[in-house]
């Protein structure tokens, strides 16, 4: 598979977009957008604590309700640009996060990259693990790096850096739901309308250790590349 590609990944909290959209990565040479993570140093920027539009995107962000979407279709579009005038590909892992923004950014999409090259997978979990995984998750604070802890206990440090390990203010219950809620009214409706747009759409079974389901997003990479 070249490496001047377009994957876009999709599911729930705690499908493991983030895990899947780094190992992919790192294997094919493709350039991460991790939009949540942007957006997350953006609003907690202490240099933003006065500013009313942002002070409003981290209200936002910690009641689980997605943030402005044409601020958002903005700092997506201008890094997806910047991508590809280095020459190489990208993976969005959980973007674009509505149907609007989706209308907006994919005829870019396929203007900088070509509809071919753009592969769009959906990862789907049970909302019972989402729910799960969500509230057992840490997250180093130095790296960033997720801590899967059904593979690996109970850590006191970060074990990629030694980093002290927190949990993100948005992975608890009430907040889960109400992201599961937001994920099923404002982003499945998606899907319908890349496929009708002519997108290939493929869902994977994301309940299996991270490894295996990039297996299957891999060999399935595999298989249309040689189509």
């Known amino acids: 598979m070249s490496?001047?590609?377009v994957i876009?990944?999709?599911?729930?909290?705690?499908?493991?977009?983030?895990?899947?959209?780094?190992?992919?990565a790192r294997?094919?040479?493709?350039?991460?957008?991790?939009?949540?993570?942007?957006?997350e140093g953006i609003i907690y920027d202490s240099d933003k604590d006065k500013d009313p539009f942002v002070l409003k995107q981290r209200e936002l962000f910690e009641s689980g309700k997605l943030l402005d979407s044409?601020?958002?279709?903005?700092?997506?579009?201008?890094?997806?640009?910047?991508?590809?005038?280095?020459?190489?590909?990208v993976i969005l892992s959980g973007s674009p996060r509505t149907l609007s923004e989706a209308q907006k950014l994919l005829p870019e999409l396929e203007k900088l990259y070509g509809k071919?090259?753009?592969?769009?997978?959906?990862?789907?979990?049970?909302?019972?693990?989402?729910?799960e995984r969500n509230k057992n998750r840490m997250v180093c604070s130095f790296c960033d790096a997720p801590l899967l802890t059904q593979y690996v206990g109970n850590p006191t440090a970060c074990p990629v850096c030694g980093g002290k390990l927190?949990?993100?203010?948005?992975?608890?219950?009430e907040t889960i739901k109400i992201r599961l809620a937001e994920f099923h009214e404002l982003t499945e409706p998606i899907f319908g309308y890349m496929e009708k747009e002519g997108f290939a759409v493929k869902k994977i079974h994301a309940e299996e250790a991270p490894y295996q389901v990039f297996g299957e997003i891999n060999d399935n990479l595999k298989s249309t590349s040689r189509n």
Not at 27 to 39: E, F, N, Q, Y
Request: charged residues 25%; without cysteine.
């Open 3 to 5: 490496s001047n590609n």
């Open 70 to 89: 044409d601020w958002v279709f903005g700092l997506i579009k201008e890094n997806i640009e910047r991508v590809h005038l280095a020459g190489l590909g």
């Open 27 to 39: 294997k094919l040479g493709l350039v991460h957008l991790d939009t949540g993570r942007m957006l």
């Open 116 to 131: 071919e090259k753009i592969k769009v997978f959906v990862l789907e979990v049970p909302e019972e693990i989402s729910l």
């Open 8 to 24: 876009i990944l999709y599911g729930p909290p705690g499908s493991g977009k983030g895990t899947q959209a780094n190992l992919l």
């Open 166 to 173: 927190t949990k993100r203010k948005v992975d608890n219950p």
